[in-house]
């Protein structure tokens, strides 16, 4: 088995021929005058400008929507924190009220223990008959006794209950105003809804009316337009029928040649009304053509004069353009023999120089497959 014989790989195979249809694909592009774009992708470029402004499109759309949702959010936010500081505000005042009015020095447990007049109000454990306020000698109150140690911790305890009891009440109380709150809140915003309903309603209502009375208003306006144009058509056919009337009885009709007259002076009249000239005016106008035709007769033998010595100076250039072209045409002929001897001795000269490149100089001339050989590929 040959070494030819042996099978192609088929992945070789098929890299072979896909380059081979990109070369033809690039041929067919680059060789083809009319559709031939090298370096630039027309369709391409506009499918990525087209593409590129849908982008850019949807982007500004985006943006404007979350600019317009963070504005939204911003309000919000302002109106929450707002709403939170007035919140604030409102419960510190009423803590400090409550502070102020239920929570004093005297209402505290361990009052007793730091109150600045307990010496004043503290009285003797015992009372002597003698010395009611129990004197040194008497020895009837010594340093750390508490002999109303039980009597203060009862009062403790009842204090404590009430207390509590207290905080039970405040409590149950402000459930009670914060489920009232709630109630009336909800009932506040049934009525504002109720009231919204009845407002569409009400807006429906308007509108209603409002289009009948556009309606009745446009229907009286073409009444009104009907009747101007009734009362104008009856106008216009009275001023017309003044206006024959005027015509056929007034003084353009029946030949009047002083309503011809101007007021701007008597050599004027009014072209719309003149009725002709007078025999006065016709003879001054044919006096006045016989005088321009007399003038025109003048100046038109004048003009043939001109033109006899023009065509006289005319003749004369010719004859001395005639003898300067001769001059002219001897000197040129002169120039065309110099001229075709210079010719020959070129022509002699380069058809010795053209022997001698093909004898001497080009001995080994390209044939046609040298030539053929360009433009084959696209690399």
């Given amino acids: 088995m040959y070494k030819f014989d042996l099978p192609l790989d088929t992945r070789e195979a098929n890299a072979i021929a896909r380059r081979r249809n990109c ?25 990525q400008i087209e593409e590129k402004r849908l982008r850019n499109q949807i982007e500004n759309e985006r943006k404007k929507a979350y600019d317009a949702e963070m504005v939204k959010n911003s309000q919000i ?46 009285q003797p454990a015992r009372v002597s008959d003698d010395d009611p306020r129990c004197q040194v000698s008497g020895l009837q109150l010594f340093q750390g006794e508490d002999l109303s140690a039980k009597e203060r911790k009862k009062l403790q305890q009842e204090q404590m209950r009430e207390w509590i009891k207290q905080q039970l009440s405040e409590k149950n109380r402000e459930k009670e105003a914060s489920m009232h709150a709630e109630t009336l809140y909800q009932r506040k915003m049934m009525q504002l809804d109720q009231r919204a309903v009845l407002l569409a309603k009400e807006e429906d209502e308007c509108r209603r009316n409002l289009n009948v009375a556009t309606k009745s ?27 024959l009337s005027n015509q056929v009885y007034g003084d353009t009709l029946t030949e009047n040649p002083g309503v011809a007259q101007s007021s701007f002076g008597g050599h004027r009249v009014i072209t719309d009304r ?26 038109t033998e004048e003009e043939k004069e001109l033109q006899k010595e023009y065509e006289r100076s005319q003749l004369l250039q010719a004859n001395a353009a005639i003898l300067m072209e001769r001059e002219m045409n001897r000197k040129a002929a002169e120039i065309e023999k110099k ?28 044939t046609d497959a040298y030539f053929t050989q360009f433009n084959t590929g696209t690399r």
């Fill in 274 to 299: 003149w009725k002709g000239m007078s025999d006065e005016q016709k003879v001054e106008i044919m006096r006045i053509r016989e005088e321009q035709q007399a003038e025109k007769q003048r100046k």
């Fill in 23 to 47: 070369e033809e694909q690039r041929k067919s592009r680059i060789f083809d005058a009319q559709t031939r774009q090298i370096g630039v992708d027309t369709a391409g470029l506009s499918t």
């Fill in 77 to 122: 936010c302002t109106l929450l924190d707002t709403r939170q500081q007035n919140d604030t505000m409102r419960q510190n005042v009423e803590l400090n009220k409550f502070r102020s009015e239920q929570q004093t020095a005297a209402s505290r447990r361990e009052f007793d223990l730091y109150d600045p007049e307990s010496k004043k109000k503290d």
């Fill in 217 to 243: 208003y446009n229907a009286a306006l073409d009444a009104e337009r009907k009747a101007k144009e009734a009362i104008d058509k009856q106008k216009e056919l009275d001023d017309n029928f003044t206006e």
């Fill in 339 to 366: 001229i075709a001897e210079e010719n020959m001795r070129l022509q002699k000269e380069q058809k010795d120089t053209l022997t001698k490149l093909a004898k001497e100089v080009y001995t080994n001339p390209p």
